[in-house]
Each structure stands twice: as structure tokens, then as C-alpha cells.
């Protein structure tokens, strides 16, 4: 694809020039604003404590936060998560490496698909599998239109946190257009379950790709119609501009990652940095913006999503032939149509099912670029069929942490916002 | 006598009409909702859920009265009906129709309180109704409804002092701040009407209405997203009810005065059509307007409660200072 043809792609680009790209805050100059606001409230004398959530009708998930306020401004937060923990780590040492895929999806519910991928790039990472070019395609479309209804569902709650309702219902009219491909293509809405230890659950059903490109050929224009209703609305610039700021040390000190980083001016994107599935193989630009603040973590979504539907455009123009399951007797579950035909399969069935994979001992890290951010999974392997330990360093539970230091100084009216704007499920962080 | 049973019948069937017009609208504000939002609103009660409203009345009615335990008891019960009864008062002083009308041989004013203070009036009365959301934020013991109080307190005065300087440019023109008068003075063809030459007081007092009703993009008080509820988070039931009432009827009389004051009121647009009666025309403002304050709820996000009171205070308040000084001018140097 040639410079040309991805500016027309991208009617995005002209609202940025609109907006002139600001130089970033210095660490010194984010450090003094946020002094300021420290000095500012710093002589008050009587502060009322608020509990936001876990019931609280705006919050996202049951997240709380009590704030301390000193008038409308918010002195003090005490982020409170684990409101939704179910032990998913604990859950998968008594599970085999197959079985924990369903447990995954229940993790960041709204792109459970990146949770399955994130989970198999680990597990095949610590077996070996080497994953079929068509499964790693169809693993990265299945990716992308997860960023696409995760992104889409974002920014229709985030627009309502700052008043508009009619704007979330027009996200989850476009979103439907996704869910009907994923249930085409693995028959759930929500928990996919589509990702396979060694490729796909599936192969792209009949007639899924003419489809899927009619969506994202189609997406884009809704994504111009949200622009022109959102990006230079003047109360939504007033409302999201230079507020919510991370400065550089509240992005180290909380990891944070993915657009809530990329929108500091750092474009770190495992897609580019690590790549994994077919994102090697396609091409596509990290979206970034400078001014890490609510407007510019909006900007970056919004450019992702142009993005995502050009990445998927490519996938299906690039479309191979072939296995979409690796053949690997030793770790990958063999297709259910041959269990009963087949005697190899068959076996291959049985032992998956009542023993499990086999596994090599060993640690593993694997990270994917998950709509929310950097989804790490850590598996301690001795060799047995169930991991001996897992963990998940999953973006929500990061960016919930960070949630104090973005509260702090800002006004009680934008705390929705700015909560808005990290992105977080909290069945992501809470596990 | 029959000047009393005149009074009798015309408040009866003003605030009649008033009252019978919220059900409705709170149906036409969903099914506006609706269509906004690709929708389709209630469907279920009534031919096109046009009963919606009078099924959630009874419900509403049905449920149980919760009182904080720690709440101020009186204040918390009084609190709704401030806020309403302003908004029925002033309906009685706004004209829909000519005066001295000649009705089986007496002399009748299409007005209920022909009330030569008004336009004073209707802004006193639209003081004490933000009381009422004051009161329930207060007493409620609730610190999102203190809050959502404040607010509203906040708000009213940003916004009270603009647009009562708007409308003394109408005033000028007029030479009055009789409802009946105002209206007498754009008599003619709709280019009569004083939206024209006060163009700017009617930006400025349209905007400030929104917030004065506590509507999108100025409902702070309210501010489900940060608030819950704000001043009616403690609600339950009836009492909430209203409370939502109240907004309505509060919304009818807006519309009505801002009709009244801009748009020539019960005057038709062209002498022409005056066979119709002032009274439809009335009504038939009033529900423009109430349809654009659903448009504007159903399309912006909302204003920070600080951002709101900057543009109150920086914007309008000098802005309709300028609009008074200039229409003074004017006025002195046409009329002498």
C-alpha cells in the first residue's frame, strides 16, 4: 500500500492536523502542574469522602474508588478492586493446557479474543507448536475485530461518562455488525473461545470473508460519522482536553501500556515491537499523540481503529491456503470430525482429553497487544498437563493502580471520564 | 360574578391543559429518544405506547415512599413541590389570547392574571423553584445530592442575572413588563416579533433556559454519570415522580414564556391566519420548543459544572450587558 492510498484511508489525519501536534510535556512541566493542583488544594480544611462504585451507576464493573473531595476537586483516591476476583490463576493448575481457554474469555469479557490469543502464543511459545500461516492469519483478523468492538464499545461508554447518551447506542448499533461476525465464525457473541493451542477452533465458515470485508469496508464511514460528531465537538474538546494526565513517571511507576501509553508519545506496540500471529507480515502504522491526556487517548483509539480495519483489509487480501490447526500429535487437540473416523485421532483425542499435552519443563513469558494493552501470561511448566503456576499480567489491573494518580487535582466530574479513558474491565483486573 | 367563574373556568382548563400535556410529552420525549438512537421507544401500552406514561404514573404511585432515616423529614417532603409549584404559578400569567375578549356579551381576558409585573414575576418564581432542588439536595443527607444541590445553586446564580438582563431589552422595547403588552407589541407579521431585533437576548435566554430546567448539556445537578442522581438520588416513588413532573411542567412554561416574550405568543405568524385561535398558536410554540430541548438532551454531552458557570458569567452576563446598552440606545432614538 503506497503513502497516497493510506491518507485516503485515513480521514483521521485531517483532524489532527486541525489540532496542532503539541511538543510533550516535559516531566518538569507535568510534575509542576500537578504541584500546583497539590498546593492548591493543600490548604483546604475540611474535605468530604465519597464512596464511587462499587454500585455507583457510571462506574465500569464494580470498581471503587473513594474520593476525598475538597469542594468538586478531588484531594485523594483510594482505588479498590477484587470485587470480581475469581481465582482464574488458581483455576488453571487444576485445568490442562486446552481447558483453560473457556477461563480466558472471562477475563476481558469485551475482547475475549485477545485473551485466547494472548493464552496460546504462551502456551505454543512454551511447547513449540509451530502455528499454521492460515491460523495465524485468521488469529489476526479475529484480533483486530476484537480491538474493532472493543475500541467501539469504549468510546460509546466514553462519550456517555461525559453526558452524551444517543452516541452509545449509535457504538453498539456498529458493534453488532462485529458480534455477527464472531458468531458467525465461532457461534458466541461475547466469549469466543475461537483461539486453539496450535492455530483455530475453526476455519473461516462459507462466505465469512466477503462478509467480514463489507464490515470493514463499511466501518470506516461510521468511523467518519463518529468523528464528525465527536472530535471537534466543542464540549467534548472542553471537557477532555489536558485532563486525566499520566506523566512519565505515573506510565513507569504503573506499567502502564497500550493507547493509554502510546497517547504519551511512546509508541511502544507489541504488534511492531514483538510480532506475533501475522502482524510481521502486514503493514500498518502505530497511532501516537503527545499530550497523554483523555482527548489525546480518544485520538489514538480512534486512529487504531482505522487501523485495525486496514490491517484486517490486508489479511483477507492475503488470505493463505492451508491447515488452520497445527498437526502435532503431542500438543494440539485433533479435529473433531476425524475422532471418530480416525484410530490415530481418535487416541490423540483420548489422551488430550483424560492426560492432557505434553508439556517440556520450563518458564515462559508471552505478552500480546490486547485492545486494553500489553496482556502478559507467565506459565511455570514441571512437565505435568496442568501448569504449575500461572500468572496473568493483564492491562485493566495495571491501569486500575494508576487510577489515583490520574484522579488527583481533577474535578469530581471528570473522574467518569478520565476513568473512561484508561480502559478498564474489571473482570480483566480482577481475575 | 361571572368574572369570577370566567377565572374559575380559564385556570381550571390553563393548568388543565398544562397538567394533561406531561404524560404526553414524557411519551414524546422517549419516542424522540427513540429515533435518536435508533430506536423504536415504547411500543407496549396503548396504540403506539402512547400509555406508557400513565403506566409508569401508576406505578410509580404503587411503590413504596422511602424516607432516609437521617434525613431532614419535613424539608425532604416539601422539596418536590417547590419545585413544581413556581412553575403552575406563572402559567397564570401568560397570555393565550387578546384581552377583553367578548364571550356571550362579558368582556373576558384571555389571561389568567393579567399581572402588570409579570415578567418580574415569572423571574422570582423561577428563583424559588431551584429552592426546591436546593432543599431536596440538602436535606436528603446524601453527599451526591449535596452536591448535586450545590450545583443547582451554583447554576441559578450564574445563570438567573444574563438572563434576566436579556430580557430588559424586551423590556425597553415594549415599554412594559406586562405579559399581555409584550405581546401587544409584536403585533403584525412574524418579522414583528421581537426575536429579530433581540436576537442576541433570545441566544441568551434560550441557553440559560436549558440550564434553568436543569436539561442537557446543563444538567449538572442531576449529572447521572458523576452524581447518580444528584438532588434526587434519595427519591423513591411518587416523590421522585415529582420531581420529573415537576421538569416538565417547568418545561411547558419555559417554552410558553420564551413563545411569549420572542415569538409574538398566542399571535399568529401572519395577520392572515388569525381566524385560528391564539390558543393553538400558543401551544403550537410551546411544543417547538419543548422539541428542542429534547433535540439538544438527546444530542450534546454535558458541560463541567465550573465550564458552565465560565460561559454564564463570561460569555452571557457581558454579552447581554452589551445587548442592553445597544437596545437602549436604539430605542431612545426611535421613540423621541
Known amino acids: 500500500m503506497s503513502a497516497s492510498d493510506r491518507d485516503t484511508a485515513h480521514p483521521m489525519q485531517d483532524h489532527v492536523h486541525m489540532r496542532k501536534p503539541k511538543p510533550r510535556p516535559t516531566p518538569e512541566e507535568l510534575r509542576a502542574r500537578k504541584e500546583a493542583t497539590r498546593q492548591r488544594v493543600s490548604g483546604s480544611v475540611e474535605t468530604i469522602t465519597v464512596s464511587m462504585g462499587p454500585q455507583h451507576p457510571s462506574m465500569h464493573g464494580v470498581f471503587q474508588a473513594v474520593l476525598d473531595l475538597d469542594g468538586e476537586v478531588i484531594v485523594n483516591t483510594d482505588a479498590r478492586i477484587g470485587n470480581l476476583h475469581r481465582g482464574v490463576e488458581k483455576l488453571a493448575e487444576y485445568r490442562t493446557y486446552h481447558q483453560f481457554i473457556p477461563v480466558t474469555d472471562r477475563l476481558d469479557y469485551i475482547s475475549s479474543f485477545a485473551m485466547n490469543h494472548g493464552y496460546c502464543e504462551a502456551v505454543e511459545k512454551l511447547m513449540g507448536v509451530h502455528v499454521p500461516r492460515r491460523a495465524r492469519y485468521i488469529r489476526t483478523i479475529a484480533h483486530e475485530l476484537c480491538r474493532l468492538s472493543n475500541h467501539i464499545l469504549w468510546l460509546g461508554v466514553h462519550i456517555m461518562d461525559f453526558g452524551a447518551q444517543t452516541f452509545f447506542l449509535i457504538c453498539f448499533r456498529d458493534r453488532e455488525y462485529i458480534l455477527d461476525l464472531f458468531e458467525m465464525l465461532c457461534g458466541a457473541r461475547l466469549t469466543h473461545s475461537y483461539a486453539r493451542i496450535g492455530g483455530v477452533a475453526k476455519d473461516l465458515p462459507e462466505g465469512w470473508e466477503h462478509k467480514c470485508r463489507e464490515v470493514v469496508d463499511f466501518l470506516p464511514k461510521r468511523l467518519d460519522e463518529y468523528q464528525r460528531l465527536i472530535t471537534q465537538n466543542r464540549i467534548f474538546l472542553k471537557r477532555s482536553v489536558g485532563i486525566g494526565i499520566f506523566t512519565v513517571e505515573d506510565l513507569h511507576t504503573w506499567r502502564v501500556t497500550g493507547p493509554c501509553l502510546r497517547a504519551a508519545g511512546v509508541p511502544r506496540d507489541l504488534r511492531k515491537d514483538e510480532p506475533y500471529a501475522a502482524y510481521d507480515e502486514v503493514e500498518f502504522e502505530v497511532a501516537v499523540e503527545y499530550n497523554s491526556d483523555v482527548y489525546d487517548r480518544f485520538l489514538v483509539r480512534m486512529k487504531e481503529m482505522y487501523e485495525s480495519c486496514n490491517i484486517i483489509r490486508q489479511c483477507l487480501d492475503n488470505l493463505p491456503d492451508g491447515e488452520f490447526l497445527a498437526e502435532d500429535a503431542a500438543h494440539v487437540l485433533p479435529l473433531k470430525k476425524n475422532v471418530m473416523r480416525d484410530a490415530a485421532a481418535m487416541v490423540q483425542d483420548f489422551v488430550h482429553v483424560f492426560r492432557g499435552p505434553q508439556v517440556p519443563k520450563g518458564e515462559v513469558y508471552r505478552a500480546v497487544e490486547a485492545p486494553k494493552g500489553e496482556f502478559g501470561v507467565y506459565i511455570s511448566s514441571d512437565g505435568g498437563p496442568k501448569p504449575q503456576r500461572l500468572h496473568l499480567a493483564t492491562p485493566s489491573f495495571f491501569h486500575g493502580q494508576a487510577v489515583p494518580a490520574l484522579f488527583e487535582g481533577e474535578m469530581l466530574a471528570d473522574s467518569v471520564g478520565i476513568f473512561g479513558s484508561a480502559d478498564i474491565v474489571l473482570g480483566d483486573s480482577d481475575r | ?336
Not at chain 2, 20 to 47: C, D, H, N
Not at chain 2, 49 to 57: I, T
Open chain 2, 1 to 336: 360574578m361571572t368574572d369570577f367563574i370566567f377565572l374559575l373556568i380559564k385556570g381550571v382548563l390553563w393548568v388543565a391543559v398544562g397538567v394533561g400535556m406531561v404524560p404526553f410529552l414524557i411519551y414524546f420525549e422517549r419516542k424522540w429518544a427513540g429515533f435518536f438512537q435508533s430506536r423504536v421507544g415504547p411500543t407496549y401500552a396503548g396504540p403506539w405506547g402512547s400509555l406508557q406514561s400513565f403506566g409508569d404514573m401508576a406505578k410509580l404511585l404503587s411503590k413504596e415512599d422511602v424516607v432516609p432515616e437521617r434525613a431532614d423529614k419535613a424539608v425532604f417532603k416539601l422539596a418536590p413541590y417547590i419545585l413544581f409549584v413556581p412553575g403552575f404559578l406563572v402559567m397564570a400569567l401568560i397570555p393565550f389570547g387578546p384581552l377583553n375578549v367578548d364571550i356571550f356579551g362579558h368582556k373576558v381576558d384571555l389571561v389568567i392574571a393579567n399581572f402588570d409585573a409579570g415578567a418580574i414575576m415569572f423571574m422570582a418564581l423561577g428563583s424559588i423553584a431551584v429552592y426546591g432542588i436546593v432543599f431536596a439536595g440538602w436535606a436528603s443527607n446524601n453527599h451526591w445530592s449535596l452536591l448535586g444541590g450545590l450545583r443547582c445553586g451554583a447554576n441559578m446564580v450564574s445563570y438567573e442575572i444574563a438572563m434576566g438582563l436579556a430580557l430588559v431589552g424586551i423590556f425597553l422595547m415594549a415599554d412594559s413588563v406586562n405579559f399581555s403588552q409584550i405581546v401587544d407589541g409584536q403585533a403584525g407579521n412574524f418579522w414583528n416579533w421581537y426575536f429579530i431585533p433581540q436576537i442576541v437576548a433570545f441566544v441568551i435566554f434560550f441557553i440559560s433556559s436549558i440550564a434553568e430546567l436543569n436539561r442537557d448539556p446543563f444538567n449538572v445537578a442531576e449529572a447521572e454519570q458523576e452524581l447518580v442522581a444528584g438532588h434526587m438520588t434519595e427519591y423513591s416513588g411518587m416523590r421522585w415522580g415529582l420531581f420529573m413532573f415537576g421538569e416538565y411542567v417547568n418545561m411547558v412554561v419555559m417554552s410558553a414564556v420564551i413563545a411569549t416574550l420572542f415569538f409574538g405568543g398566542w399571535r399568529a405568524p401572519f395577520t392572515a391566519l388569525d381566524f385560528i385561535p391564539g390558543f393553538i398558536w400558543l401551544i403550537g410554540k410551546v411544543l417547538f420548543f419543548i422539541f428542542l430541548y429534547m433535540w439538544i438532551r438527546w444530542t450534546l454531552p454535558r458541560y463541567r459544572y465550573n465550564q458552565l458557570m465560565d460561559i454564564g458569567w463570561k460569555i452571557f452576563l457581558p454579552l447581554a450587558i452589551a445587548n442592553l446598552a445597544v437596545t437602549a440606545v436604539i430605542v431612545s432614538v426611535v421613540q423621541r
